[in-house]
């Protein structure tokens, strides 16, 4: 199992960015796909997921409205619109993946949110 993150950078409050992750060695369309965001010193929290054929979503309460996850499972990639950006959303974000009771990470791509 694989997961690449990228489409990180900077981004100025009320801007928007799009974070990719795409996947590999795994039946992408058989799973649940969700990202997460670490914040400089706290954990990683669970910022949205999509269930494996995109019909729900789910969100943190402070991103939801302003982000929006999507599939494409013919390219096994997951995407995340982050729109309305806030310096808060200063984190690295990570693609994330649970099967058969083990969990995968990709390495994390990171979005700082600054003037």
């Known amino acids: 199992v694989q997961l690449v993150e990228s489409g990180g950078g900077l981004g100025p409050p009320g801007g928007s960015l799009r974070l990719s992750c795409a996947a590999s060695?795994?039946?992408?369309?058989?799973?649940?796909i969700s990202w997460y965001g670490q914040a400089p010193g706290k954990g990683r929290e669970l910022v949205a997921t999509i269930i494996s054929s995109g019909g729900s979503t789910n969100y943190k309460d402070s991103m939801r409205g302003r982000f929006i996850i999507s599939r494409d499972n013919a390219k096994n990639a997951v995407y995340l619109q982050m729109n309305r950006l806030r310096p808060e959303d200063t984190a690295v974000y990570y693609c994330?993946?649970?099967?058969?009771?083990?969990?995968?990470w990709g390495q994390g791509t990171q979005v700082t949110v600054s003037s």
């Open positions: 060695g795994f039946t992408f369309s058989w799973y649940a």
């Open positions: 994330n993946t649970r099967q058969s009771g083990r969990t995968y």
